[in-house]
């Protein structure tokens, strides 16, 4: 009994620990990244032809020479360039896919770089064609995935709440709030529909404020499915699942 009556205050820390996540992906996270993307889209053109220092809140347009590139999709960072050629931003450039510009590029090549607040945000080829290519450091508006990570974050909350209290104030086990099946299973299915929530919506440009509504709606139905699939024999009239 006392066993159980700790892992009730466990899942309740948790649960508060899981809130405060919440709390901080809607309040800081998002709107951090929003904030900075509205900065970047407004931000002028650098004046003056030569920077005086490294960090300027503005656009500044750059021309690196390429010394070496990386295109190598199985590792993390392995799509990289190294670039030189400026006084101050000179070194390794990360991106995030392989193409239009990095692919194409090779030492010694001349390229064009666009730098904001002393990172390099974009390159572009320097021939007529001037196609672009955002790096790893560009602000991107994607305001979905932390949108469905707080979410997931705050499902989680309630769902530690639950167990926990169930544990912490229930006179002893219950097989409706155990971790296997249950839990388990309701943990997976909450982390799983964040994840794929949050890049779904990414993909599609669905509106960041739908994404809560969808995630709970899924993750609901999800958990319907769970305890009707494996619920305990004879519990049919206290759970109406049939």
């Known amino acids: 009994m006392i066993g159980t009556r700790l892992k009730g205050l466990a899942l309740l820390a948790l649960s508060v620990l899981a809130a405060l996540g919440c709390r901080a992906a ?3 996270w998002l709107v951090s ?5 509205r900065a970047y889209e407004t931000a002028p053109p650098c004046p003056g032809s030569a920077p005086v220092r490294a960090y300027e809140d503005c656009l500044r347009t750059v021309t690196f020479t390429v010394d070496a590139t990386k295109v190598d999709r199985g590792k993390r960072g392995g799509l990289r360039a190294t670039l030189s050629g400026t006084p101050y931003w000179d070194g390794g450039v990360v991106f995030g896919d392989p193409g239009p510009v990095l692919e194409e590029l090779r030492p010694g090549d001349r390229i064009t770089g666009t730098v904001w607040r002393g990172e390099v945000v974009s ?10 290519q955002r790096t790893s450091d560009a602000p991107r508006d994607e305001p979905q995935m ?71 709606v899924v993750v609901s139905l999800g958990a319907v499915l769970i305890y009707g699939w494996d619920r305990p024999e004879g519990d049919v009239r206290q759970t109406g699942i049939t």
Do not use: K, M
């Open 26 to 28: 809607f309040t800081t």
């Open 146 to 216: 932390p949108a469905a990570l707080g979410t997931g974050l705050g499902l989680l909350a309630a769902l530690a709440l639950v167990f926990g209290g169930a544990r912490l104030l229930g006179p002893g086990p219950n097989p409706w709030f155990a971790w296997r099946p249950y839990g388990r299973r309701l943990l997976i299915l909450t982390v799983s529909v964040s994840v794929a929530l949050g890049l779904l919506g990414v993909w599609t440009g669905l509106a960041w404020w739908l994404v809560p509504a969808v995630e709970a």
């Open 123 to 132: 390159i572009a080829e320097s021939d007529a064609r001037g196609v672009r």
């Open 33 to 37: 990244d929003r904030v900075t993307y």
